[in-house]
């Protein structure tokens, strides 16, 4: 049996390396063939459109049947295997009563049969069936062969059918329209024409190529002028994207200048060329060598900086290679496709026609979500499976609310889209209307309405859409855009702008909440488990000198209106609190000692972790308000990964433990007077907000851009009806059905705008 075993580890892998779904299929049935020595082995898959199993590849039967047997659900042995969705393992097919005999295999009157379905994530995509012609049961052995396969088959599959593949070999038509489910990087809907931005120069494939001695000096030549012109076309984008985005963000492009400017790069590579390589074969090899060590890091955000890196070495060559960009002809919204979007591609398409952004690689933390972001056009990031060659000057809508995008959408997935935009453009213009309204129950009840923010440019949008102060200021977002931990002077000057900006608005800067997916490029932490290791106020505590820098960065500049609160995130125990106040104590007194007359802080925690939930009591006795991180409480509650695709469907803050642990939360805090808010994205969707407030959270703060939604949301019931709505949602147990009632109470409400947003 090990030789069994040991051909499917090498089936599985060759699977893997196919270069196509048809190769892979035709590996599978050859090899499962070969190794099982029986009479015939074929794959059939599941038609979407009629949900008839179409037989896709065989050796052993007719190859003229291959694209023509189909069977119905549940017809036949292959459709009773489907329909049951588990393995049939019979020695006499014949004479089984879904028996059914097909001429055009050109196959025996078989009779061992093995079906196994093909199943991945829940649903049954094909059959994998190996035939005997003699009346035989097939081994346990072959059985576990056969499940495993086809389990493995299942991704192999699901990769193509992403790709439209499968639409193809079932149709024979080459173009299909087809969608992909990524991870959203910045809310909205756009639809617009795909450009495809490619690395201008590839440095993959440079050559090596030895260079005689007379030839150096030219070479050090060619490649110090080329990063000249890379250092001038990164002033040259900074100021195009300067009106754009905020100064912290336009750092970035101070980054990219040191990176230029580093010895590791410039004198390394002319070591190189001294050494005897060409230049551009010199840059090749540093640069990769740089990719290397950032690549080998687990860290995600430091992954993201090899993507900077290889970008800049790209550019160098570009110039090397006295390429130049072929700029595109634009005259209509674009899509801007990439493998790795990065920044400086992002400043080459005119920003009134930039409608969204997709980018194969990335996360909802890559810099350009947080660009798209700050522009106000969606984008979805991580489509490893993205095609890019074939989306070219597609037609793409983006939905950024979803993370999904449809390219060449058929004529009613635009439709349906445009509808959507249109809607959502007259809601928005119906919104508009409120921003200078109260956020208020019908009854009058005030529920005011915040905004979450850590970027500059989020300051005038806040204040233009009626927010009521920062109910969160992610104080991270700074940090992830310099080179190194910011001084003290240097995070006084944003703070100060950010507390004079909101001025007499109240501002919650949250202290520095790092680890977990946040980690900084400069301050690499490798561990397992990053969510469950070292984070937020855990880091803060072990590196009190970085933690004392802020909190005196933040309270100095306290010295007007007296608008700052101070928040500390991811508490799970009452000693962080303890000593988290000790030091704010000591950095307060520091201040005084030096003049600076400011008032001792306003102290909140952020609630995210369970064991917080449960030490509310003790807690409320030590600091002034708490916000609820419905994020981080929810993927802590329910074991979700909240950035991890497979399990994206089981996160959902409207889980009933999520809303009895806010309720428990909420009475605890009340009984003590002290306030809540919940900041977490549950208070920027319409319906669980609406909960929120029927459990009496006394304010929310969201995205500027879920603000006015909420406030509609708000507007449109008494607190008797919310808080009945509440009580109903309470008792029941499952987030579907709490789900389906507070929308249907939107919808009754005639909010059925509303709906959509929140999902
Ligand atoms: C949260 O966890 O809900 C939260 C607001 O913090 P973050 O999303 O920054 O972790
Ligand atoms: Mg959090």
Redesign the pocket.
């Known amino acids: 049996m090990k030789n069994m075993f040991d051909s499917l580890r090498q089936i599985v892998l060759d699977v893997n390396d196919a270069a196509g779904l048809e190769q892979a299929l035709n590996i599978v049935v050859h090899r499962t063939r070969e190794v099982l020595s029986v009479d015939a082995v074929s794959v059939y898959f599941r038609d979407d459109k009629t949900d008839q199993l179409v037989l896709m590849a065989s050796d052993g039967l007719n190859k003229q049947a291959i694209g023509n047997i189909r069977f119905d659900r549940g017809q036949g042995l292959v459709g009773l295997v489907l329909e049951r969705a588990e393995p049939l393992n019979i020695d006499d097919a014949h004479r089984h009563p879904n028996y059914r005999f097909v001429t055009e295999t050109g196959e025996a009157c078989f009779h061992g049969f093995l079906g196994v379905p093909i199943i991945q994530h829940r649903q049954a995509l094909g059959v994998l069936v190996v035939r005997q012609n003699e009346k035989s049961q097939f081994s346990a052995e072959v059985e576990t062969f056969l499940v495993t396969l086809a389990a493995q088959l299942a991704g192999a599959i699901s990769y193509a059918e992403k790709m439209g593949e499968l639409n193809r070999l079932i149709e024979g038509a080459e173009g299909h329209s087809f969608n992909l489910q990524g991870l959203g990087g910045s809310p909205g809907v756009a639809i617009g024409e795909a450009l495809v931005v490619f690395p201008p120069a590839s440095l993959e494939a440079v050559p090596h190529n030895a260079i005689a001695d007379d030839e150096i000096d030219g070479q050090v030549a060619a490649f110090l002028a080329a990063v000249n012109t890379v250092e001038s076309e990164y002033k040259e984008l900074s100021k195009r994207m300067a009106g754009a985005i905020s100064n912290e963000e336009l750092a970035l492009f101070d980054v990219f200048a040191l990176m230029l400017k580093s010895d590791t790069l410039i004198d390394v590579t002319i070591e190189r060329i001294r050494a005897g390589q060409w230049a551009q074969g010199a840059l090749r090899e540093t640069i990769a060598e740089h990719v290397r060590q950032f690549d080998a890091m687990d860290d995600a955000y430091l992954r993201e900086r090899a993507i900077d890196i290889k970008d800049l070495g790209r550019r160098i060559l570009m110039h090397l290679q006295a390429q130049q960009t072929s700029s595109q002809e634009i005259s209509g919204p674009v899509v801007l496709v990439g493998e790795e979007v990065t920044v400086s591609q992002l400043a080459e398409v005119p920003l009134q026609y930039l409608v969204a952004i997709i980018s194969s690689k990335g996360s909802s933390l890559s810099h350009v979500a947080i660009l798209s972001h700050a522009l106000g056009i969606p984008s979805v990031m991580g489509l490893d499976s993205l095609p890019v060659n074939r989306i070219k000057g597609q037609q793409i809508v983006v939905d950024g609310y979803s993370g999904r995008i449809y390219v060449k959408p058929t004529a009613a997935v635009l439709a349906e889209f445009h509808r959507l935009i249109r809607e959502e453009q007259a809601l928005n213009t119906e919104l508009k209307e409120l921003i200078d309204q109260p956020s208020e129950t019908l009854d009058g009840i005030h529920i005011p309405l915040l905004v979450?923010t850590g970027l500059l440019s989020d300051i005038s949008p806040s204040l233009q859409s009626g927010a009521e102060g920062v109910g969160?200021y992610?104080t991270e977002i700074p940090f992830l855009m310099r080179d190194g931990f910011p001084g003290e002077d240097d995070q006084a000057q944003i703070y100060r702008q950010v507390l004079q900006g909101f001025a007499p608005r109240t501002v919650t800067f949250?202290t520095l909440?790092i680890g977990?997916d946040?980690a900084l490029p400069y301050f690499p932490v490798v561990e397992d488990n990053p969510f469950l290791g070292w984070r937020g106020i855990r880091i803060m505590l072990d590196h009190p000198e970085i933690f004392l820098t802020q909190i005196r960065a933040i309270l100095k500049v306290n010295i007007y209106q007296n608008n700052l609160r101070l928040m500390l995130?991811m508490i799970s125990d009452v000693s962080e609190v303890d000593e988290a106040i000790g030091l704010i104590k000591k950095a307060h007194k520091e201040l005084l000692d030096e003049g600076i007359d400011i008032p001792y802080p306003i102290i909140g925690l952020?609630i995210?972790v369970p064991s917080a939930v449960y030490q509310m009591e003790a807690f409320a006795m030590r600091v002034d308000f708490f916000s609820?991180?419905?994020?981080?409480?929810t993927q802590y509650l329910l074991a979700v990964d909240r950035n991890n695709k497979q399990v994206a469907e089981l996160y959902n803050c409207l889980h009933p433990s999520v809303l009895l642990s806010v309720q428990h939360i909420v009475e605890v805090a009340k009984k003590h007077g002290k306030p809540v808010s919940v900041?977490?994205?549950m208070a920027g969707d319409p319906a669980s907000a609406l909960l929120l407030v029927g459990m009496g959270v006394d304010s929310l703060s969201m995205s500027v851009g879920s603000l006015l939604r909420v406030k509609l949301a708000i507007r449109s019931f008494t607190s008797a009806q919310i808080e009945h709505l509440c009580n109903d949602v309470l008792q029941m147990e499952s987030a579907a059905e709490i789900r389906r009632k507070v929308n249907g109470a939107l919808e009754f409400a005639g909010l059925g705008g509303l709906v959509r947003a929140g999902k």
Not at 628 to 633: F, I, K, Q, R, T
């Open positions: 979450n969160l992610r949250r909440d977990g946040k995130p952020m995210e609820v991180g419905s994020n981080d409480l900041c977490g994205e």
